[in-house]
């Protein structure tokens, strides 16, 4: 190539670079943003109209479940919420009672719904078996070297807080739920996480509810 016609490729590529940041930029600001108003009408009311049943029958007023067997959502990560929503429309997470309400919902309500509850305050829970405590803290804080289980607070925090859109906030869940998704993990029921999946299947029943009940007592 022409030496002297180097700077005007250079130029040029500059340019639609530029011109391609520009209109990406645009499109994202057209993107409208999530709105917990809405989302909150759909979490309290459900929409008789879409056959959408409101999600505080299980879950509880502002996300705190009072059911063992159904998560505490108050204060959990939008972008960790509506991904799991999301999930339940496949194979991957496939539930009798969550599946077909996902269904129900678009992608700006399930976003709407999980903005909702991330503005939601989140009630603490409590470990109950102190025989095991002392274990299941050893699992959450170091792992179990010898199965090659790593630290569960290595993704999830010391506290349980999670990290935004990657890990789920786990401080003070049910313990009952907890253990379930844990042994649903291991047993291929749910497979949205590779990650989890290979953890859990390292893991026996005792090790499982131990951190299960260590997790409920994070705050």
Request: charged fraction near 20%.
């Amino acid at each position: 190539m022409n030496r002297a016609f180097l700077p005007f490729v250079k130029s040029l590529f500059v340019a639609m670079l530029a011109v391609s940041s520009v209109a990406y930029a645009a499109e994202e600001n057209k993107a409208p943003k999530a709105d917990p108003a809405k989302g909150e009408a759909i979490y309290t009311q459900g929409d008789a109209s879409r056959n959408i049943t409101a999600c505080l029958a299980c879950h509880g007023p502002a996300g705190n479940s009072t059911i063992a067997q159904n998560p505490k959502l108050a204060a959990q990560h939008p972008e960790y919420l509506a991904k799991q929503l999301a999930d339940f429309k496949t194979p991957q997470r496939n539930n009798p009672i969550m599946t077909p309400i996902s269904k129900a919902l678009s992608d700006d309500d399930m976003k709407n719904v999980a903005a909702y509850l991330d503005k939601q305050q989140h009630k603490p829970g409590a470990a109950r078996n102190k025989d095991t405590v002392e274990a299941g803290k050893k699992i959450y804080r170091a792992g179990i070297a010898e199965k090659n289980v790593p630290a569960c607070a290595a993704c999830h925090g010391p506290s349980g807080a999670g990290i935004p859109a990657q890990f789920a906030r786990l401080g003070g869940q049910h313990q009952e739920y907890t253990a379930a998704q844990l042994t649903n993990f291991r047993s291929g029921a749910r497979k949205n996480s590779a990650q989890m999946t290979t953890i859990a299947k390292r893991m026996s029943d005792d090790e499982i509810q131990a951190v299960a009940d260590y997790i409920a007592g994070l705050k």
